[in-house]
Structure formats: structure tokens, C-alpha cells
């Protein structure tokens, strides 16, 4: 029996390598264009499957991630 990991997406991220662009929609709370304009501004690696799906990598998304800058609002 493995043991499980459920994040705040609901799914299991033991050996996870990739994310959807649902699941990044979820952890960034944005729409569904913004991702796809993350996408196209190359800000981490992804790459496109059949039926036009996207699949973007966990490894370099979490990079991006952790550097991005907080934004303090008054």
C-alpha cells in the first residue's frame, strides 16, 4: 500500500511531475487566460499533448513560483 498526499487541489502529489492549467488556475486563483498568457510568455516549461491539452512542469512552475515577488498592498 503507498501512502497518499492530498494537497489543497485535491490531488495527489507523491511523484507528481506536471500540473494542468486547472490545477494552476487553482493555486494561483486566476482565470483560465491568464495561464494560458503565462504559457505564451514562457514563464516555466510546458508543453502541449494531444487534444490541445497543456501540461506544465512541476519542478520549474514551483521555481517560478517561490521567486516571485510578494506584492504588499497598503
Known amino acids: 500500500m503507498t501512502d497518499t498526499i492530498h494537497d489543497n487541489i485535491g490531488v495527489s502529489s ?3 511531475r506536471c ?5 494552476l488556475q487553482t493555486i494561483l486563483c486566476v482565470s483560465r487566460p491568464t495561464v494560458y ?3 505564451k510568455r514562457n514563464e516555466f516549461r510546458w ?3 494531444g487534444g490541445g ?3 506544465i512542469s512541476k519542478k520549474s ?3 517560478w513560483l517561490d521567486n516571485q515577488q510578494e506584492v504588499r498592498h497598503p
Not at 500540473?19 to 490545477?23: L, R
Request: glycine share 4%; net charge negative.
Open 47 to 49: 508543453f502541449q499533448i
Open 14 to 16: 507523491v511523484g507528481k
Open 61 to 63: 512552475f514551483d521555481e
Open 19 to 23: 500540473y494542468t492549467v486547472e490545477e
Open 53 to 55: 491539452k497543456y501540461r
Open 37 to 39: 498568457s503565462l504559457l
